[in-house]
């Protein structure tokens, strides 16, 4: 590894080529001014250049409802026939948690055997917890299970644990095959790789229709939307895992003559555990992220709380399912990276079953003995009406007393930027001729990453061209770009302010984690009344939801950077203010720009929900196609999100690699 | 709430039971009826449940999209649908009827109304309301940073149609249309709007809960033909169509068209579900203002109501 470099200070910016950007620019808003005067087909993609794509994929999909076929049975009913298959432990963890063992069919039926009581529930997690790590998880998650029964949401919370207890499963498997697959085929590693990318940024909206289609309406097509969002971290993590096993570890295996099946599990996965374990906690917490639009169509749970409780405007009701989704959330994601950290020790305990399992026997012997008392008294079975608490009232009455009291300040502000800055960059932006933009990506791919940059940022731009969806994706830009500066002018100071102070950094961290985990449905409702529907109220949702990477990625960037560099910094003489501006932050900036990129991602992963508010952009397309049925128009929209996406993530990608080969960084 | 609905047929049963015992059904699978996302289509859906259940059939509720759901009772995987609005669903409704796998199962009695809409107290603030040709004067009242000069006009998602930018060309109103994402931002901003007695002109649809707990009127545009829709020389404008109010029409139900082989029963029964927009005003009405829990709300109108809901399934 190459010593650390001259650091790039203003001197970089003296180079001619710097010069370049500025002056396409300047050109750009002479454009954008002379617009009126550019004929209509350099402005706008002429409809001769158009193809009818979503025409074809609903011709292509009806097709594949309706006729196609193996030969023995049709592509139609092997899709159900998965469907019931996964609908059969669905129903077994329902049974468990929220149904009971029941007699007769649909609404009707009564219990026979109640389900497991939520005293034998919460114990069970506790048991967890200490399992895990220790007393003080177990505590937590006690804690974390009781404001579920507390607050009322019990039996909604147990339905999407059910959901997710299946989902979970099925997105580890899926993702530690196909990582497998990947890790030994390198041919099928290149065939993944742009799928991936596509499951990852295609918006969820867009093949929910299709998944409707083929797995028919209910909690199983949800289940397998679920599924698929989830489920790429997995893939990816398992093939970096099996990757990074130091090689001499694979030759030992082979010496002892493992067949290549024992390879894998007995040397192989058991070393990558750790790494896997981070996987199955992303599966997790995106499950999770899932649980509203689920609800959508179908899987019922918390995530249909928050959203009929928003329907009819009980915002207090919304935000405390809301809390409760965030609750769910907490709780398995700590109690997982427990059992990550804890994976590979443990120590061994001898003795008969009963003995080396105490904790399993009480919660069975404790899942029986309240199962039996809940027969004679109802409160062990549920938790009492009576005992439940509401901060209902609470959460309306704030929500009210500012909208009264401040929304003069709030419409003041909100005018001034919209005026000043969101509608004016919004008609720069659309009066800019697509040619010209067209050859500003490309150019921009061919700077950092020579002709296959430049040709990925031309086919994907030209792709969207021919959808016809110019406009809307030239106003997702404007929206998410926007959105994204501002989340990154917030967060990285966060980051920074989280990185130079313990207490800070753990009080920001607890407030970026319910953001994350919060369905952003929840502050959705309350941002409208204070801010109205339009840009401004989309744009703080989205905002509000990709601050999370920001503020992570540089705390972890600046944590990250050699002492010994500080200490060099320190000695030559500079001031706190200098260390950090002209050792830390540039050496943090690879982190940052990382940070920003998945600040991008989930800016894009947000459209879907903004257009819930109403914008005119990519995620209405999407979610008008979802209203209608539209299967070709759904995909196309997705498909064009998806290229944005991939589009930024390359050219961050690549100006990350430079900056950390300029920095004499590792690359990666 | 599984427990009072049982303990209700429970009861039922037992009072009933000696002289119409729970009826023989046709088949034991369970009918599936869709769910939206308005309260007025769950307690529709909830007392055809209810009825349904009294019957004898096994019932469940499916979590479904309003246009989505098409496509799900073509394939006969969802069986009834309660709530199918002329003005919103029409084309979709016809356009699925038209394959053959979807058959109408009569009006529900009630009729949908959608127009545009204004908080009572902004009939101070614009005296020549609710006539449409008073818009204009108050344009500047209804506007905002992101529409003025022009009055802001907040429209229902675009999925809905309604032709509101055809009719403000039309009917030369000073008007710009921002389209909500969904009826709930819709309805939050009227709620906020409400709580400053702000102004606030937007689309309004009824049965539903706003009109009911936010009092105020619609806008009296000229009246609603069906040439003036289709017609630019019929209307106020001489050149332009959609220069009059919105259609008025009946809510549908509909479903799967091998119900009635299955569950011929059923299928007489839902065809029987009638219920007033003054019924149903009242029901939704006591859930989303009140905030009665849905299943008392149509616990109680099955009690009240056991002579009318007897007769459709007898």
């Not at chain 1, 497998?180 to 909206?205: E, G, K, W, Y």
């Not at chain 2, 619609?218 to 003036?228: D, N, R």
Request: aromatic share 8%.
């Amino acid at each position: 590894m190459m010593g650390p470099q001259a650091l790039p200070g203003p001197y970089a910016l003296m180079r001619p080529r710097a010069l370049l950007w500025p002056a396409l620019f300047a050109v750009s808003l002479l454009l954008a001014l002379l617009s009126v005067q550019i004929p209509a087909w350099l402005l706008r993609p002429p409809p001769t250049l158009m193809i009818d794509l979503a025409g074809a994929t609903s011709a292509a999909m009806k097709w594949l409802v309706e006729d196609a076929t193996f030969g023995l049975f049709t592509v139609k009913e092997a899709t159900r026939a998965i469907a019931t298959l996964v609908e059969v432990p669905y129903d077994a963890a329902r049974i468990l948690l929220v149904d009971g063992i029941t007699e007769g069919k649909g609404r009707r039926a009564t219990t026979i055997v109640p389900p497991i009581s939520w005293i034998a529930v919460t114990a069970a997690m506790v048991a967890l917890g200490i399992y895990a790590k220790n007393l003080w998880l177990g505590l937590l998650i006690g804690a974390l299970f009781l404001y579920l029964a507390v607050f009322g949401q019990w039996e909604s919370a147990m339905t999407t644990l059910a959901s997710i207890l299946i989902a979970v499963p099925m997105g580890v498997a899926g993702g530690l095959a196909l990582g497998i697959a990947a890790f030994l085929s390198p041919l099928f590693n290149r065939i993944l790789s742009p799928v991936l990318d596509l499951m990852q940024t295609v918006p969820t909206f867009a093949y929910l229709v299709p998944i409707l289609f083929l797995f028919g309406f209910g909690p199983v097509s949800a289940l397998i939307a679920t599924v698929i969002y989830a489920m790429p971290p997995m893939v990816r993590i398992t093939t970096l895992a099996l990757r990074s096993i130091p090689p001499e570890l694979q030759e030992f295996g082979r010496m002892v003559g493992c067949t290549p099946g024992q390879q894998m599990r007995k040397v192989l996965l058991p070393v990558a555990l750790p790494d896997l374990m981070v996987g199955v906690n992303q599966v997790i917490m995106l499950s999770l992220n899932m649980v509203i639009i689920a609800s959508m169509i179908g899987a019922g749970g918390l995530g249909f709380d928050v959203l009929n409780a928003l329907r009819s405007l009980k915002i207090g009701a919304g935000i405390e399912a809301g809390l409760a989704i965030t609750a769910l959330a907490v709780a398995l994601d700590r109690l997982s990276q427990a059992l990550a950290a804890r994976s590979g020790q443990g120590a061994v305990v001898t003795g008969n079953w009963t003995r080396r399992h105490p904790k399993t026997v009480a919660v069975l012997v404790l899942i029986v003995v309240t199962g039996v008392a809940g027969l004679v008294l109802p409160w062990v079975q549920t938790y009492p009406k009576e005992a439940m608490l509401s901060t209902r009232t609470f959460w309306s009455d704030l929500v009210e007393y500012i909208n009264v009291s401040y929304f003069d300040q709030i419409e003041a502000f909100k005018d001034a930027i919209l005026i000043n800055v969101l509608l004016p960059v919004k008609r720069f932006l659309l009066a800019l001729p697509w040619v010209w933009v067209l050859a500003l990506a490309t150019l921009a791919g061919w700077q950092l990453g020579r002709a296959r940059l430049a040709l990925l940022c031309l086919g994907l731009g030209l792709f969207i061209a021919v959808t016809g969806l110019w406009e809307q994706a030239v106003t997702t830009v404007y929206l998410c770009g926007i959105s994204v500066i501002i989340a990154a002018m917030i967060g990285v100071p966060l980051g920074i302010w989280a990185a130079a102070n313990q207490t800070a950094g753990k009080v920001i961290g607890a407030f970026i984690d319910t953001l994350q985990t919060l369905p952003s449905f929840v502050y959705l409702i309350p941002v409208i009344m204070l801010f109205r529907v339009g840009d401004f109220a989309a744009m703080i949702a989205v905002v509000l939801y990709a601050l999370a990477p920001a503020v992570r990625y540089t705390a972890h960037g600046l944590r990250s950077v050699q002492p010994e560099l500080v200490e060099a910094g320190i000695v030559c003489g500079c001031t706190r203010w200098q260390v950090l501006t002209r050792v830390r932050l540039p050496m943090a900036l690879p982190d940052i720009l990382l940070g920003v990129n998945q600040t991008i991602m989930l800016a894009l992963s947000m459209l879907v929900i903004t257009a819930l508010v109403g914008t005119r952009d990519l995620g209405q397309e999407v979610y008008a196609a979802l209203a209608t049925a539209d299967v070709g128009r759904g995909v196309m929209a997705g498909l064009a999100v998806a290229a944005i996406a991939i589009i930024a993530d390359r050219l961050i990608t690549a100006a990350t690699a430079r900056a950390r080969a300029r920095l004499g960084l590792a690359g990666e | 709430m599984r427990q009072t609905t049982r303990l209700i047929s429970l009861g039922m049963a037992l009072g009933l039971s000696a002289g119409a015992a729970l009826a023989q059904v046709e088949s034991e699978d369970p009918i599936k009826l869709t769910l939206h996302d308005w309260t007025g289509q769950f307690i529709t859906t909830n007392i055809m449940a209810a009825v349904l259940e009294e019957a004898g059939y096994n019932v469940e509720l499916v979590q479904a999209d309003y246009l989505a759901q098409f496509s799900g009772i073509e394939s006969g995987d969802l069986h009834v649908a309660m709530e199918l609005w002329a003005t919103t669903a029409a084309d979709a409704m016809n356009a699925s009827i038209a394959t053959g796998n979807t058959v109408s199962f009569g009006e529900t009695g009630m009729q949908a109304k959608e127009e545009w809409w204004y908080p009572i107290y902004m009939k101070e603030k614009c005296p020549g309301l609710p006539d449409w040709k008073a818009l204009n004067a108050c344009a500047e009242l209804f506007a905002t940073a992101e529409t003025a000069p022009k009055g802001r006009y907040l429209g229902g998602p675009v999925t809905w149609g309604g032709y509101d930018e055809e009719r403000i060309a039309s009917l030369g109103l000073n008007y710009e249309v921002i389209h909500a994402g969904t009826d709930a931002a819709m309805f939050a901003e009227l709620e906020a709007a409400y709580q400053r007695q702000d102004p606030i002109l937007m689309w309004i649809y009824s049965p539903h809960w706003a009109p009911i707990k936010y009092p105020g009127e619609w806008i009296e545009f000229p009246a609603y033909s069906a040439e003036c829709y289709t017609d630019p020389a019929a209307g106020e404008n001489p050149a332009a169509a959609y220069d009059c109010g919105k259609p008025t029409g009946p809510i549908y139900k509909a479903g799967w068209v091998g119900l009635e082989g299955k569950w011929p029963g059923a299928a007489k029964a839902i065809k029987a579900f009638t219920m007033t927009n003054e019924e149903m005003g009242a029901m939704v009405g006591k859930v989303d203002v009140e905030g009665i829990p849905l299943e008392d709300v149509v616990d109680e109108w099955m009690t009240a109501n056991e002579a009318v809901w007897t007769k459709w399934i007898e």
